[in-house]
């Protein structure tokens, strides 16, 4: 029998007719760096964010990495942070030469269990840096009651929760600085890009002239105040963000769409567990993960993830613990076990296929196949 071939990939970025005018609009000037769209772009996020500055750079690795050092973390100092997160959470303080210390996570949010972070403080820590994991912001009461208190830095990595809010508060603007990425599989795109948002005018100043090789602004070209990177972001790709940026009430609006469609045709599953709400946070859609309920059940996750790309539907195992990254458990001796609730979801969790563009079929298709799938293992 001839079975139709399905396509459902796992992400696709929306772009439309606007984003590709004004991305060649932009290639009729002769500003195609440091032009005019750096600071429009900029303005544009700090406003939408609630923050004094942003700073554009060219990924959101970057924009932590710049943060790290902005902050004079480095060699001897500890960063408490999360290993159930994309690997940049944790490589932006290893790179600085800083310890990160892993805390495990709170089963039904899949941020930190602020609960188990004061045993890990002593007087190396210097700083919290906190995921907002899937677009669900992390319990920033919490984590400021416990900033305060050992006198620690905060420092929020927003990278999945553009537009995402806190007690009304938007997501970034929830600790000393916040970094977005614009990788085409986020909210919204740059191609490649990424932006630390802040209220701290030494942050935001020290990141800016780091992004572009520690120059100052009053500096002429071959002026370097300190040793920078070239991290800036070509007005192609801030173009490209400002068009994207005009239409994020609308995409997120459609993830939401899709996320709720699925809740529903999901919750008919007693294996599937769907993602969590919490009541006074607002999540920004970045990926639809469900989680495959342990006992008495014993499906395997990997099983299902190969028969559904078998069949044409694009998923993946997000996230693969940190602290089990063969150079984590050699450099930090970090192993299986020391982080029950991140392997045993890392373990059970499928991202389905998530974007505007997914119809109310795509999404009944997924579903159908893996109840198939779920059946028969
Ligand atoms: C996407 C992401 C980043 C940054 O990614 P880039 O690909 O460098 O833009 C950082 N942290 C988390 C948690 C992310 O999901």
């Known amino acids: 029998m001839k079975t139709p071939d399905i396509k459902i990939p796992l992400s696709r970025p929306d772009i439309t007719d606007l984003e590709i005018e004004q991305v060649t609009a932009v290639l009729r000037t002769p500003y195609l760096s440091l032009g005019p769209k750096l600071p429009e772009f900029e303005d544009l996020i700090a406003e939408y964010v609630g923050v004094r500055y942003a700073v554009a750079v060219n990924s959101g690795t970057s924009a932590l990495q710049l943060i790290i050092r902005s902050l004079g ?45 004061e045993e890990k403080i002593n007087d190396r820590t210097r700083a919290i840096l906190a995921v907002d994991v899937f677009g669900l912001p992390a319990d920033w009461d919490a984590l400021k009651l416990i900033a305060d208190k050992h006198k620690l830095i905060l420092i929020e990595d927003s990278c999945e929760a553009l537009g995402a809010e806190y007690k009304g508060r938007k997501a970034g603007s929830l600790g000393i600085a916040g970094a977005f990425g614009f990788y085409p599989n986020k909210q919204m795109t740059t191609g490649e890009g990424g932006m630390v948002v802040t ?5 935001a100043r020290l990141c800016r002239s780091m992004r572009n090789q520690g120059r100052d602004d009053s500096d002429d070209w071959f002026g370097y105040a300190r040793p920078g990177y070239n991290f800036r972001l ?10 994207q940026l005009s239409r994020l009430k609308e995409m997120l609006a459609k993830r939401e769409q899709v996320a709720n469609l699925y809740n529903l045709k999901l919750s008919v599953m007693a294996e599937v567990i769907t993602p969590a709400s919490v009541s006074d946070v607002k999540r920004s859609w970045f990926v639809y993960v469900a989680i495959l309920k342990d006992k008495p059940y014993t499906i395997n996750r990997d099983t299902i993830v190969e028969e559904l790309q078998r069949r044409g539907i694009g998923c993946a195992k997000y996230f693969v613990p940190i602290h089990l990254q063969p150079f984590y458990m050699e450099m930090y001796g970090y192993k299986q076990g020391n982080f029950p609730v991140t392997e045993s979801i890392s373990r059970r969790s499928i991202a389905l296929p998530f974007y505007t563009a997914m119809t109310e079929e795509d999404i009944d298709t997924v579903v159908r196949h893996l109840k198939d799938i779920i059946s028969r293992s």
Request: aromatic fraction near 4%; charge should be negative.
């Open 73 to 117: 973390i480095g060699e001897g100092d500890e960063v408490i942070t999360t290993p159930f997160s994309f690997i940049a959470s944790a490589n932006c303080i290893l790179l600085e030469r800083a310890r990160p210390v892993f805390v495990d996570i709170d089963p039904r949010t899949l941020n930190l269990n602020t609960d188990l972070i």
């Open 234 to 243: 070509s007005e192609i790709n801030c173009a490209l963000g400002i068009a």
């Open 199 to 203: 209220d701290d005018e030494r942050i």
